[in-house]
């Protein structure tokens, strides 16, 4: 199996195609691809819904292409397209703008709100109707940048696009290390992983494959329990673990056993840190002593699946702030891509670990409720305050 085929979606370059309807996107992504990966026809609207694409591309590394519904469709589902479009958008970390004679004024717009989010952009002539030079100065002179032409037809425009988007690539876009700021060589760390309805038999949720292979790379000695084991797992080792990451959800019951040098901490925090604004969960936990049973909360849940008995973000995070704060709050719970465009009827916005979606697109979030004023934490962040804990875990 090679890399491509391990690399997961959310550790991905992700390479968003944008344009009106029939402007080329779909070939595009097919000529980078090196295959038909979604449909080309001079029919326009024939993409729909996205359709994602994980590729390796030399220069590039893993990455996914997204080609996208043209954001000039019509009608009551062409709305829906184009919302779709725009979640992708969120999602873009280099976004591929075809210009056309179809909507050049739309083009444009959207290019400053690429530039905007200062989502680094590659403005390509796509196919046009009329004079792609007469197109080319009236873009360009709007935009202040250069319009790039690519022939699909070509042998050598793969090449040049690739190199295109190299030029782009985002200083410093490999995530660092998932808990390299915690440990060192030879660290021994102790993982508490519940077996849940949320972990299928057979196997472990993706935090906990990430984790464990992330201390791996950095040399440390990995040990596996679930909370009712951890004390079997404690005594069998010489000397207490520097760092034991936990479910989350076991936080209460793991620092009540973890020995005073060992260090604390949760899956959901590591990947709070990774991708998303640490400073910003921690001030927005300190709205959870405000929040009253008035209090509108948005549960914020990446995934998708359906609602276990003993799912964390559906039954159990609900449950313990109708407990804390009482049974009149009023919680609202969103998975996927599902995230409102106004947050604000929320006093609080709790986001998962976020480990099903990329860097990028969590920061869409986070902006978002900076841009309203909104507070927003974190899984882990919020369980850890619930158990009086938050000042004594590792962040």
Same mark, same amino acid.
């Given at each position: 199996m090679n890399d491509m085929n391990k690399t997961p979606s959310a550790n991905r370059l992700h390479i968003g195609f944008f344009g009106a309807r029939n402007s080329g996107k779909s070939t595009l992504v097919n000529l980078l691809a090196g295959q038909q990966v979604? !449909?080309?026809?001079?029919?326009? %609207?024939?993409?729909?819904?996205p359709v994602s694409k994980p590729v390796e591309l030399k220069g590039l590394g893993p990455c996914v292409l997204i080609d996208t519904a043209g954001y000039d469709d019509e009608g009551e589902l062409g709305l829906l397209r184009v919302e779709k479009t725009d979640a992708a958008a969120e999602k873009a970390d280099i976004a591929v703008l075809l210009f056309s004679d179809s909507d050049t004024e739309e083009d444009i717009r959207r290019?400053?709100?690429?530039? *905007?989010?200062?989502?680094?952009i590659l403005p390509l002539i796509g196919r046009t109707d009329g004079a792609p030079d007469a197109l080319r100065v009236k873009v360009e002179a709007e935009i202040g940048a250069e319009l790039i032409r690519i022939d699909p037809f070509n042998a050598d425009s793969r090449e040049l696009l690739i190199k295109e988007l190299v030029?782009?690539?985002p200083e410093g876009f490999e995530l660092p290390s998932i808990t390299g700021a915690l440990v060192k060589e030879g660290d021994t760390v102790l993982l508490v992983m519940p077996q849940d309805a949320?972990?299928?038999?057979?196997? &472990?949720?993706l935090p906990q494959v990430q984790t464990i292979r992330d201390l791996l790379d950095n040399r440390c000695t990995v040990i596996g329990c679930t909370p009712a084991g951890i004390e079997n797992a404690l005594a069998a080792l010489k000397a207490a673990p520097s760092l034991i990451i936990t479910d989350s959800q076991a936080f209460g019951e793991v620092y009540a056993k973890k020995p005073e040098g060992s260090r604390l901490t949760s899956f959901s925090v590591l990947f709070a840190a990774l991708k998303g604004d640490m400073d910003y969960y921690l001030e927005g936990a300190k709205m959870i002593p405000q929040l009253t049973e008035d209090s509108r909360v948005l549960i914020a849940e990446c995934c998708s699946h359906a609602p276990q008995a003993e799912d964390i973000?559906?039954?159990k995070i609900p449950k313990l702030l109708k407990k804390l704060i009482g049974s009149g709050i009023? !919680?609202? !719970? &969103?998975? %996927?891509?599902?995230?409102?465009?106004?947050?604000?009827?929320? *006093? &609080?916005?709790?986001?998962? %670990?976020?480990?099903?979606?990329?860097?990028?697109?969590? &920061?869409?979030? !986070?902006n978002r409720a900076k841009r309203q004023g909104v507070p927003m934490t974190n899984y882990g962040i919020f369980l850890a305050h619930a158990n009086g804990i938050l000042d004594k875990i590792s962040l």
């Open positions: 979604t !449909i080309v026809s001079p029919v326009k %609207g024939t993409t729909t819904d290019y400053h709100a690429f530039k *905007a989010k200062k989502t680094p030029r782009l690539m949320s972990a299928p038999k057979g196997r &472990l949720i973000g559906r039954v009023k !919680i609202d !719970i &969103l998975g %996927g891509t599902d995230f409102p465009e106004d947050l604000s009827p929320y *006093a &609080l916005v709790i986001q998962c %670990g976020a480990c099903m979606f990329n860097r990028k697109y969590v &920061l869409s979030r !986070i």
